[in-house]
């Protein structure tokens, strides 16, 4: 008897589905994010007449044959290529990507990585960096005499001083983008590492063709849809529970053959 095997691995897709849920309603107020989707895929089929087996001597065949799945295994947990809706803030260092890519940022090992939160802040040197430290890759510094700044949709960032009305321009923040952004791994804190799956960084300026604009002042929120993912938990908390329903009745029925004299 297959079902006790093959309704445990549905019990385990379905755990690994209400993980993924779990994880995207624990974000829900985590600014960028991207919701992340369960996918799952059948396991090998047991082939106990294969479709097509010549039958006869005149060349009759098999039209459908006997094939058993052995069950079922999580097959990937994408990411979904949605945009949270954009909040306005009112500070200059907040921004939002309205459209495709990513802000490249450096890690202090001197990495590349890549995200979408744009809560940004001044250090102590200047620095335009992440809530995490991690200075922008396009290296901006802000001038310590400077008033404000303001950040154009094309990413020039412009610095305004006193007793001057024309402002200094002081660099441009580039948008990345990537082939596939699903294949993008993610590693904490916002952050997304290049692999071979995504492709390599395509730096371009903001607005262009492929990419978003910048727009200062605002950030974006979480894509999360709660009512999506409360019903999506539902589902697959009845997926679990008819899963454990056969194993149930699997047991059962290994007891009444038990019980035969």
Do not use: C, H, W
């Amino acid at each position: 008897m297959k079902s006790l095997q093959i309704a445990a691995t549905g019990m385990a897709a379905q755990q690994t589905r209400v993980d993924v849920i779990s994880n995207n309603i624990a974000n829900m107020s985590t600014a960028a994010y991207r919701p992340r989707v369960a996918e799952f895929s059948d396991l090998v089929y047991q082939q106990y007449l294969t479709p097509g087996t010549i039958t006869s001597q005149t060349g009759t065949v098999v039209p459908a044959g006997i094939q058993i799945g052995t069950g079922v295994k999580a097959s990937t947990v994408s990411m979904e290529i949605t945009q949270g809706s954009l909040r306005e803030t009112g500070a200059e260092l907040d921004l939002a990507i309205d459209g495709k890519g990513f802000l490249e940022v450096r890690t202090p090992d001197g990495e590349s990585v890549f995200t979408r939160d744009g809560k940004l802040n001044r250090s102590p040197d200047g620095e335009i960096v992440t809530m995490s430290g991690y200075s922008l890759a396009d290296g901006i510094t802000i001038p310590n005499d400077a008033q404000r700044i303001s950040i154009s949709r094309d990413g020039e960032v412009t610095a305004y001083f006193d007793n001057q009305v024309a402002g200094q321009s002081i660099g441009v923040i580039s948008v990345a983008s990537f082939v596939n952004e699903k294949g993008l791994e993610a590693i904490g804190d916002n952050l997304f590492r290049e692999t071979e799956a995504s492709g390599q960084a395509n730096r371009q300026v903001a607005g262009s063709e492929g990419v978003g604009t910048i727009r200062q002042g605002f950030l974006e929120d979480s894509g999360v849809d709660v009512v999506k993912e409360i019903s999506d938990l539902i589902e697959a908390q009845r997926g679990y529970e008819l899963n454990s329903k056969v194993i149930t009745a699997s047991d059962e029925m290994l007891a009444a053959t038990t019980r035969l004299r």
